[in-house]
């Protein structure tokens, strides 16, 4: 079962941790092994870290963590004495302490007892755990957090928070509301998000020439192969564009990219539809499959987040496709890239419904059906998806809200201002894996997805025939659902 | 060395067949090719390994430079200080030393009792229990694993150290059995009547005088338990996340594969460091290894 | 094939001065009771950890069940054994594992008579060869796969390094694992290296006990040794060869690690022990992934069951 969710990535939380400096030295660069990063990587982490330490004012000295905390009006003070029991993040994670801050700013406020109840690190177990508790139908806990490809999998034990939260909902982006939604019914509240990036290297572009990052893949190819072409006299490692090929959900989540921003569909549309053998959908693959052995390595068909990471960090690559933890990675004292990377939307195809893409990633916020105290739970969940608390989440854990408005917050923009201009990629194109439509078949999907893809990036099928075959199992999986 | 005599039946070699001491050329060229072929298939066996070991000491500069450097300009610790720093690393390699011990002793103690009565008790049934237990040592593990994971889930195991040892009872105790069995069985006759004589039970004769004339085989066998739990990865990885993760799996997920910076430095120190053990351990105990696993391959 | 553990010398007890006038038929029912009793908890464990989930898995096989799923369980008769016909992913596994069943096995089996030819000739070092070629058997399967991704790495590998800068063979580096026309291959050769030493340390042992004079004998005769080594040697190394072959083909043909650790699940190398683990746990298909765990379970038994009609024809 591998990474089920590249985008609550572990790399990615390892960094966002040791900036916010809840991880000892010693603590990041035994994670760092761990998570299979080479000794430069690991040291940018740590200098990022010193320097934060030194720079970041988030949290000022002598603040409180949950500083930034303002209750929203209109929440309920009518259910004194109410007990609601919330899974948030794991015990040893560096989110927790704001969260129980939250939390008892919540009570202070409502009169509603909280409690703070760890879930398990890893998504995998999490979900196991989840699936037990609520197969079992059991009223310990009230709320859940829940991964963006989850909706599915746990909507028949989710109170329906269009019912209660609708205006709430309103207010997050409608991709991620969309996703959350099924037969009609909002299983989780958006909390926090992640999606797909470009990162490229702006020194190379301006050196050779290139005023603007590429607005579509074929401005990429052009960009990165001029720029291989230049740099590979000096460094024979030297690529035009990383990104994630192996046969894994992360090669999902970067061809559902290509499909998407070329018009292709969105693999498996929320209706059920199959989209997936289209000429557009089918060009976007063979597409890819052009770049490997031309601006990408010829073992880009097995990398993943870390591995791109690894090329692109020490500045043998023009291009990078990766999420947004990566930045602060470059940006380190020491590494060799300080100042030399700029972030961006990923490209466009071109044709009818081309657009900007990048595959959603994130966690939501879900009421147990089971629960006895449902509305204290929705008071709750009103409160932790509010405005106001994803504005100071923003700002003191670097996480990217899901409500448009708080990317404009003016303090946001000063304190965070790398997540606040990541705005148009979130409003934009953002898009979903097609994990809700597919409930607990999403990893079949996904599978049958990815493999092929794999197979097209590696010269064993054309695009056509992958397409085809795709949509071949896809549709049996859909059949097997009653579409 | 040419008229060595024959002490071990040995295949023919030229000159020893022809019984002469004659150095022709063609002698000279053969030997000399012999032991061009012996060179080679020491290299060849021992590269990979002493290759992994150079480049785990190696500057990380020197690690990925094209063309390669094949001899490090100065030993380079930092790999092997990351990994032992790593508290992943060195939970995986608790749990690998609690799994494999554990595992061992439960199938010797278990099996040395079971082989026992195979290898020099006579009673009804025998034969069927004999089929049984030839039969799970040769069973593919993937044939169980997905019933064996619901029943780890079920029981609350999952992510559990008593998983494994579960799991790998499954092939470690029938090895073990069919292998001291055959161990008991050689042994004479004269030993249980002498303790019979002396007033002793059977099952007195066994843990008296059998077993301990049984130590070496018991050794043996215990070894190759122990490696094969030690090497296990199918079970490893399904069954386990994070608290019961053992080395296998913690060292198969280093990430990816890239001809750039990864870290390749980290993951071969964490290879040596759990394949170093073993490594000593096979050249110290060499020949019992070997008899054992021809006895295990012969009567098998 | 006397080379077993079971010939370690052993003291001999002094005989009984007194005659057998014990309570035999005492002991006899003891030991039949005693039997019982040491060979139970064996047998408990093997029925309840290995018996069992076989059985099992062949009645999962007949079902619909998926882990997690609320949806009930229903028993699908033999529609999970159709499925797996007409999937080509199956189809494909099965290709490639028969592919490297019979390149590794048939490459060991030669390299592996090599190499035990060469070693049972009694040379000074002989001991040191025997050493070397414990080790690689002795790495985890897993490490040795680490460290051939390592070596076969496309811009700095050492093995790209000797072809193309040292030899001059290839003009540019291969990306040996993510070229689908060379994944296979190269996972082979790990398992050659893996296994050969093994397989040559077996086959030892059956030529140790080839009488010497046989030869002698042979030569006298006038038979080259070309002549030798089909008419003596591989005569009468037949039975290690086959009990070598039986334990490398059941080995091979469930082979997962060597290829997970290297490729993942990728189409171009995924072999049936893969395909039935990611069914079973990553796409929580139990049933299909059941079905596809007693093909490989018939198609060992099937293979032991040809194998041991070998020996037996051997051994008449």
Redesign the interface.
């Known amino acids: ?2 990474g089920h969710d590249s985008s609550s990535s572990p790399v990615g939380r390892l960094v966002a941790e040791s900036l916010t400096g809840h991880l000892s030295r ?1 603590e990041i ?3 760092g ?10 040291g940018m982490i740590l200098s990022a870290q010193q320097r934060s330490a030194l720079a970041q004012d988030a949290t000022p000295a002598g603040q409180e963590v949950g500083w930034s905390i303002v209750v929203p009006e209109g929440l309920r003070t009518d259910l004194p004495g109410a007990r609601v029991r919330a899974v948030l993040t794991s015990s040893a994670h560096p989110d927790r302490p704001w969260q129980e801050a939250a939390m008892r700013i919540f009570s202070e406020a409502t009169g509603i007892t909280t409690e703070f109840v760890p879930g398990e ?2 998504a ?2 999490r979900l ?1 755990i989840y ?1 037990q508790q609520l ?1 079992a139908q059991s009223s310990d806990n009230d709320i859940y957090q829940i991964d963006v490809i989850w909706p599915g999998i746990v909507a ?1 034990h989710a109170v329906d928070l269009n019912q209660s939260l609708a205006d709430l909902a309103a207010l997050h982006f409608p991709a991620i509301v969309e996703n959350n939604s099924v037969d009609g019914a909002l299983v989780g509240m958006p909390w926090y998000t992640d999606a797909g990036l470009l990162y490229y290297r702006s020194d190379l572009l301006e050196e050779y020439g290139f005023e603007n990052p590429p607005e579509t893949w074929d401005e990429l190819q052009e960009q990165a192969q001029a720029i291989q072409d230049g740099e590979s006299a000096d460094n ?2 030297f690529r035009g564009f990383v990104w994630q090929g ?3 959900e992360g090669l999902t989540c970067n061809a559902l990219e290509w499909q998407f921003s070329s018009g292709g569909g969105r693999i498996i549309e929320p209706d059920g539809t199959v989209t997936v053998n289209n000429p557009q959908a089918i060009a976007a693959f063979d597409r890819a499959r052009n770049w490997v052995e031309t601006i990408s ?8 987040e ?3 990471l ?2 692109f ?2 500045g ?1 690559a023009a291009f990078m496709r990766n999420w947004p933890y990566a930045y602060s990675v470059t940006q380190a004292p020491d590494s060799p890239l300080v100042g030399m990377v700029g972030v961006t939307q990923l490209p466009m195809g071109d044709g009818e419904g081309a657009t900007h893409a990048a595959t959603l990633g994130g966690w939501q916020l879900m009421v147990s059906n089971y629960s006895q105290n449902q509305e204290a739970a929705i008071e709750f969940v009103k409160y932790l998806c509010s405005p106001e608390l994803e504005k100071a989440f923003t700002i003191e854990r670097s996480h990217s809200p899901t409500i448009s408005a708080v990317y404009d917050d003016p303090e946001v923009i000063e304190l965070q201002e790398f997540l606040a201009r990541l705005k148009p990629v979130f409003e934009g194109g953002a898009v979903a894996r097609p994990s809700t439509v597919t409930a ?2 999403y ?2 999907a996904s ?1 049958a997805y990815h ?2 893809v ?2 097209i990036l ?3 099928i054309d695009g056509a025939a992958g397409a085809a ?1 795709i949509e071949a199992e896809l549709q049996d999986i859909m059949a097997e659902l009653g579409y | 060395m040419a008229t060595t005599t024959a002490v071990r039946p040995v295949m023919p070699d030229t000159a020893m067949i022809s019984g002469t001491r004659q150095w022709s050329l063609g002698k000279v060229i053969n030997r000399i090719l012999f032991w061009i072929l012996v060179v080679f298939i020491i290299f060849y066996t021992v590269f990979p390994f002493a290759w992994a070991l150079l480049s785990s000491i190696k500057p990380n500069a020197e690690l990925f430079t094209s063309p390669v450097v094949y001899w490090p300009s100065a030993i380079n610790t930092t790999f092997y200080q990351f990994v032992l720093a790593n508290g992943d690393f060195l939970l995986a390699l608790r749990n690998s030393i609690v799994v494999s011990v554990s595992t061992v002793l439960i199938s010797l103690a278990l099996g040395s009792l079971c082989a026992y009565a195979m290898g020099r008790l006579q009673f009804r049934g025998k034969t069927p229990v004999m089929y049984l237990i030839l039969s799970m040592t040769m069973f593919p593990q993937i044939a169980i694993l997905g019933s064996l994971y619901q029943m780890i889930v079920n029981l609350g195991l999952y992510d559990r150290l008593p998983a494994l040892i579960i799991a790998y009872l499954t092939f470690t105790l029938p090895f073990t059995v069919w292998v001291l069995a055959n161990f008991f069985r050689a042994m004479p006759g004269e030993l249980e009547e002498a303790a019979m004589v002396d007033g002793a039970t059977p099952f007195q004769a066994f843990i008296r005088i059998l077993l301990p004339l049984a130590a070496p085989g018991l050794v043996t066998t215990g070894l190759l338990a122990f490696i094969a739990a030690w090497n296990e990865y199918l079970y490893a990885l399904t069954f386990t996340q994070t608290r019961a993760r053992t080395v296998q799996p913690a060292i198969a997920s280093f990430s990816g594969n890239t001809q750039f910076e990864l870290p390749w430095g980290n993951i071969l120190a964490a290879s040596v460091l759990v394949t170093l053990p073993l490594v000593i351990l096979v050249l110290i105990f060499q020949r019992k290894i070997l008899a054992g696993l021809t006895a295990g391959a012969v009567k098998g | 094939m006397t080379q077993g553990v079971a010939t370690a010398p052993l003291p001999q007890p002094a005989k009984p001065g007194r005659s057998y006038d014990l309570p035999q038929s005492g002991w006899m029912k003891a030991r039949e009771r005693l039997a019982w009793l040491l060979v139970a908890p064996s047998i408990l464990v093997v029925v309840l950890v290995a018996l069992y989930p076989l059985l099992q898995s062949f009645r999962l096989s007949f079902t619909n069940a998926r882990f997690g799923s609320t949806r009930p369980e229903l028993y699908v008769g033999f529609d999970n054994y159709a499925r797996l016909a007409q999937d080509n992913v199956f189809i494909s596994a099965l290709g490639h594992t028969l592919v490297f069943t019979v390149a590794s096995v048939a490459i060991e089996t030669i390299l592996g008579i090599a190499v035990a030819l060469i070693i049972n000739s009694n040379f000074n070092g002989r001991g040191v060869v025997r050493t070397s070629m414990l080790i690689p058997w002795a790495i985890p399967t897993v490490v040795s796969s680490q460290l051939w991704r390592f070596m076969y790495n496309q811009d700095n590998g050492v093995i790209n390094d000797v072809l193309v800068n040292r030899l001059g063979i290839l003009s540019s580096p291969v990306a040996w694992i993510a070229n689908p026309s060379t994944s296979l291959s190269a996972i082979i050769a790990v398992d050659v290296w893996k296994t050969t030493p093994f397989m040559a340390l077996l086959l030892l042992a059956g030529l140790q006990i080839i009488p010497g004079d046989v030869y002698e004998a042979a030569t006298v005769d006038g038979a080259s040794k070309w002549q030798q080594f089909w008419q003596i040697t591989l005569p009468l190394l037949k039975p290690a060869l086959l009990v070598a072959l039986i334990f490398r083909t059941l080995d091979a043909f469930r082979v997962f690690d060597v290829v997970f650790v290297m490729k993942g699940a990728a189409l171009d190398t995924i072999t049936l022990a893969i395909y039935a683990r990611q069914t079973m746990i990553d796409e929580q298909y139990l049933g299909r992934g059941a079905a596809a765990s007693v093909v490989i379970f018939f198609c060992i038994a099937l293979l032991v069951i040809v194998y041991s009609r070998l020996v037996r024809v051997e051994e008449t």
């Not at chain 1, 390595?297 to 993943?304: A, H, K, L, S």
């Open positions: 079962m591998h010693r660069m035994k994670r092994i761990a998570l299979g990063l080479s000794g430069p990587v690991i690190e890893s995998t177990d196991a699936n197969g028949q024979a490692s192996n046969a894994y390595p010829e073992d880009v068909t097995t990398f993943n870390p591995s791109s690894n090329a960090a020490p043998n607990d078949l990893n079949s599978i493999t092929r794999n197979q590696t010269g064993q075959e």
